[in-house]
């Protein structure tokens, strides 16, 4: 068996796991959210989740992978009760992500593609209608989403074959370190448009009124499911990175570090969005795909250099979801290779065959299989692989993980403490402990049923 690699820097580690937690929700969902939502006032109550539920619960999934220096698949093996059942999570966590690669790799090849469709010069000069257009026509053909995921699993693999210290951390942290530059220049760049002003108003100045007619539950339970969403928790995402850290820093401080990093870029997207949105398009801001694959093409074929700035803003994007594809695609590595014993290259070249043919259901849900509609008319297939992991196995799994850690039926709240607070750092304190045990499982629980309901509303 391979000896358990440890990361070169704690640098690499807060890139590696705020890369997990970085993604395509942070930008075509966390700004429309703040603008439709109130503004400055969902951002406090973003901020207050994020704090209250989000990186408590990501302490304990790096405590779990450092305590038991396994992945998902054995962690609670090491860690649970003799004749304890808790290990069952560890397989479904397993599923979970396989079940977000079948998807998130197929969204990460079309960031791919339109970054070489802007670097191409292929927006430059067409009319509005012919932009929009391009999405659609993108969804209906199956040969090329097949080639752009194809290459998206192919890198994927590669970087994480080479392992975990002289490839994934590596190249991680050029793309990350990439990734912040281009989207300080994408924000500095916002800043000189003409509909700065209104847009930055938009986006952060509180609006009561705003709130009034959203409804004040509806905001708070948004911001309770963005701030938990952007974190990546419940399936072993961030289990496994601290499965590859040492003892010397405190995971409470290194889980808020990450949250602060992935807060930021969530931020600094808004700062890149709002104000090109109110200089080129009448300040009309969607969410979801239509916002970057629609919206977006257009606003820079008006922009003065729009092809560069285009070509920036998708080579961010795809950098912030290939971030994402490396730290799932380690964590499935690790699982299969717990289970099996197999070696690193075996399972990276098993994955990508396996992978390409799993990520085939989502492809043609676009197109061949269009007719199934899981959720009725205008549903796909992403929308029910999207379901299971959002709605179901993330906030489950990261009720599973808090129970596991405060209950004296699973690895109990002194183990999982001492396990957090070694090294320097912020640390658990004690009066946290009657919040952790009780109060966070009840906020888990509720965001569940909340989670479930507000989807099929």
Known sequence: MEKREKLGSRLGFILLSAGCAIGVGNVWKFPYMVGQNGGGIFVLIYLFFLIAMGVPVMTMEFSLGRASQKSMTKLYDELEPKGSKWHFHGYAALIG???LM???TVVCGWLLQYFVKMLGGDFTGVSNEVAVSQYSEMLANPWMQMLFTGIVIVIGFLVCAF????????????????????????AIN????????????????????????????????????????T???????????????DKDRSLFGEAINVAVLDTLVAIIAGLIIFPACFTYNNGNVNAGPPLIFETLPNIFNNMPLGRLWGSLFFLFLTFAALSTVFAVFENIIACVQDLTKWSRKKICIIGTFAMFVLA?????????????????????????????VSNLLLPIGSFVFVMFCTSKYGWGYDNFVNEANQGKGLKVQKWMKVYFKYVLP????????????????
């Open 163 to 186: 392992g975990v210290k002289n490839s994934l951390e590596r190249v991680t942290k050029v793309m990350m370190i990439a990734l912040l530059v281009i989207m300080v220049a994408l």
């Open 102 to 104: 079948m998807f998130y």
């Open 190 to 229: 916002g800043f000189f448009m003409e509909g700065t002003l209104e847009g930055l108003k938009f986006y952060l100045v509180p609006n009561i009124d705003n709130v009034k007619e959203v409804g004040i539950f509806n905001v708070i339970t948004g911001a309770m499911s963005q701030a938990f969403f």
């Open 97 to 99: 992500n396989i079940l």
């Open 360 to 388: 085939l259901p989502c492809i043609l849900g676009f197109n061949v299989l269009s007719g199934f509609a899981p959720f009725g008319e205008g549903s796909v297939v992403l929308d029910l692989e999207d379901f299971i």
């Open 442 to 457: 009840i906020l888990l629980f509720a965001f569940i049923i909340i989670s479930i309901v507000t989807f099929f509303l």
């Open 231 to 245: 974190l990546s928790l419940g399936i072993g995402s961030m289990a496994i990175f601290g499965s590859y850290l």
